[in-house]
């Protein structure tokens, strides 16, 4: 502001001009097929190192976008093992969650396993059901 007749709207200018290019995220110039591409990379990884029955678990639970409510309460009434084998749970801890494909959020006594947005937003854009 020490310049004459500098007023705070061309300051405000030349500070977009001269500082927004350094300010900027690099990685936000990604394309969205940029990111998805990044994304399907990362599920190839984590997806190779599945055995195959995490492989078949992760290829049912993948028709689940809601995920599995877990808990108590709601494997009284949804009997999950029933559906994906009597070592569900183990296989999506000890593997689908640690590989990063799912997500366990928990809410009091009950929880729910879910796929992680970006597993999501691969299976919208292949548009597999």
Same mark, same amino acid.
Request: hydrophobic letters at 40%; one cysteine or more.
């Given at each position: 502001m020490?310049?004459k007749g500098?007023?705070?709207a061309?300051l405000?200018? /030349?500070a977009h001009? =001269?500082l927004? %290019?350094v300010?900027?995220?690099p990685l @936000?110039n990604?394309?969205?097929?940029?990111?998805l591409k990044?994304v399907e990379?990362s599920y /190839?990884?984590?997806?190779?190192?599945?055995?195959?029955?995490?492989?078949c678990? $992760?290829?049912?639970l993948s028709?689940l976008?809601g995920g599995? !409510?877990?808990? @108590?309460?709601?494997?009284? $009434?949804?009997? !999950?093992? /029933?559906?994906f084998?009597?070592? !569900?749970?183990?296989?999506?801890? =000890?593997e689908?969650e640690? $590989?990063a494909?799912?997500h366990?959020?928990a809410?009091?006594d009950t929880?729910t396993f879910?796929?992680?947005?970006?597993m999501l937003?691969?299976?919208?854009s292949?548009g %597999?059901?």
């Amino acid at each position: 502001m020490g310049r004459k007749g500098l007023t705070l709207a061309a300051l405000r200018d /030349e500070a977009h001009a =001269n500082l927004l %290019a350094v300010l900027r995220d690099p990685l @936000a110039n990604d394309t969205d097929q940029d990111r998805l591409k990044k994304v399907e990379v990362s599920y /190839e990884l984590s997806y190779r190192h599945l055995s195959d029955e995490g492989k078949c678990l $992760f290829a049912q639970l993948s028709r689940l976008p809601g995920g599995i !409510w877990c808990g @108590a309460l709601p494997e009284r $009434f949804l009997n !999950w093992q /029933e559906l994906f084998g009597e070592h !569900w749970r183990t296989i999506v801890q =000890n593997e689908l969650e640690y $590989f990063a494909l799912m997500h366990y959020d928990a809410d009091g006594d009950t929880g729910t396993f879910t796929m992680l947005p970006p597993m999501l937003d691969i299976k919208k854009s292949s548009g %597999a059901s």
